[in-house]
């Protein structure tokens, strides 16, 4: 026990969402200790695909994953794999999937995912204002695009479930589609324009902006990695590979890896997995597209960054101890063969995964656990950069115990 911590929250995790929790804490006075393994931005926030996807209001699955199971398993480099080695510690996760795909839960679950992403710009505009740093995103759209005529009618009863949930989308013909990005491929029928979506030039550059300015604002930053730890009546010990560290509170976001320390300090197992997502990033190409442009038959998307095109998606079930399967990544510039006039470089291209936290109703924890000892922010699946500047001002909510009802579903005890 002690009785005079160094800190009044420590925050584990120095990806994005935890930065911008530190950030806003250490602003409504708080002494702040942010610990990471790794240096802040490292994990998935180094290489997500850069796109603040507000309009992906619906959960990472819906019942069709049922037919698609045989090829998850088959094909290693399909855009919905199962590692088939690691099917007997998913299938209680996979179960719970199927269970929130329930018409009940699955609306439930759209609910909770569209109130966040429908705070989401604004607060990202509010938060990289704050610091000086708004061109760093830039709010000028994506694009669906499709290339069969078998799949307008896809495209058709997606827009129709999009303006449902009060989703902001533009029908585009294939003419409207070539004037605004004339290097696609003239074979494109058109597509879906999202003009309330944008993306980050460089998603680690914004991290480190973050940091820079949490740093400022009184932040400390300790690289070690939290193995455990003990609540008390003064707030908590940290068991790290750095010696103990003591706080008030924590805040634990460490992402895909959060569940253990959630278990030892709340004696609550959260049914956290991991979606492996990959990216490929083109340094050549730095003129081919004006804004983020996804496909609906290839199934992945292509963000124009500071340092080149990236592109990223598929996702991947083989936890977290299962080495990268960097085919993965090279399949992505595969899949955009035949969507250019010309077909991409990849001279000087890298290949990267991360791990982005899944729970099984595509929901975060976001709450205040423990008599406040504890506060949670983790299980983004893949909006954690969407969804992060909000997350940090709920955040600094729950620390002020202002938490709202619209909060609700987002508590830990739901599991």
Not at 103 to 118: K, W
Not at 179 to 190: F, I, K, V, W, Y
Not at 292 to 305: G, Q
Not at 361 to 384: E, K, M, N, T
């Amino acid at each position: 026990m002690v009785e005079n911590p160094e800190a009044d929250i420590a925050v584990v995790g120095a990806g994005i969402v935890g930065v911008a929790c530190a950030l806003q804490l250490a602003r409504q006075g708080r002494r702040v200790l942010l610990v990471d393994r790794q240096a802040p931005g490292h994990g998935a926030s180094y290489g997500n695909a850069g796109h603040l996807a507000t309009e992906q209001v619906f959960p990472i699955a819906d019942l069709s994953i049922l037919k698609r199971l045989p090829r998850m398993l088959l094909d290693p480099m399909g855009p919905l794999r199962l590692d088939w080695k690691y099917l007997p510690t998913a299938m209680p996760w996979f179960t719970r999937l199927l269970l929130n795909l329930r018409p009940a839960p699955f609306q439930r679950s759209v609910a909770g995912i569209r109130t966040l992403n429908e705070a989401s710009l604004g607060a990202w505009q509010r938060l990289l204002g704050s610091i000086g740093r708004s061109e760093l995103f830039q709010e000028d759209g994506s694009l669906l695009v499709f290339e069969k005529p078998e799949s307008r009618q896809a495209l058709e009863a997606l827009r129709t479930r999009m303006q449902q949930q009060a989703v902001p989308v533009d029908v585009w013909s294939a003419e409207t589609v070539r004037e605004a990005a004339p290097q696609l491929s003239p074979s494109l029928l058109g597509g879906l324009f999202f003009p309330r979506t944008g993306h980050f030039i460089d998603p680690y550059r914004v991290v480190c902006e973050l940091f820079e300015a949490a740093k400022a604002s009184g932040v400390r930053f300790v690289q070690a990695q939290v193995d455990g730890g003990q609540l008390h009546s003064a707030g908590v010990t940290l068991a790290s590979d750095q010696g103990t560290l003591n706080a008030r509170q924590v805040l634990i976001s460490c992402g895909a890896h959060s569940a253990k320390l959630t278990a030892a300090l709340t004696g609550k197992r959260v049914p956290l997995d991991t979606e492996r997502g990959y990216h490929l990033m083109l340094p050549g190409e730095h003129q081919r597209l004006p804004f983020a442009v996804t496909s609906l038959e290839r199934k992945f998307i292509m963000t124009p960054m500071a340092e080149g095109l990236r592109l990223a998606g598929t996702v991947e079930f083989a936890g977290l101890e299962a080495p990268p399967s960097m085919q993965r990544a090279w399949q992505l510039h595969r899949l955009s063969q035949g969507l250019f006039r010309q077909d991409l470089s990849v001279e000087g291209a890298t290949p990267w995964m991360g791990f982005r936290p899944s729970l099984p109703d595509s929901l975060p924890v976001i709450d205040r656990v423990c008599d406040g000892r504890v506060l949670l922010a983790f299980g983004h699946q893949h909006l954690g950069l969407t969804q992060a500047a909000v997350t940090a001002e709920w955040v600094g909510r729950l620390a002020e115990r202002a938490a709202g009802p619209e909060m609700g579903a987002y508590r830990l005890d739901r599991f």
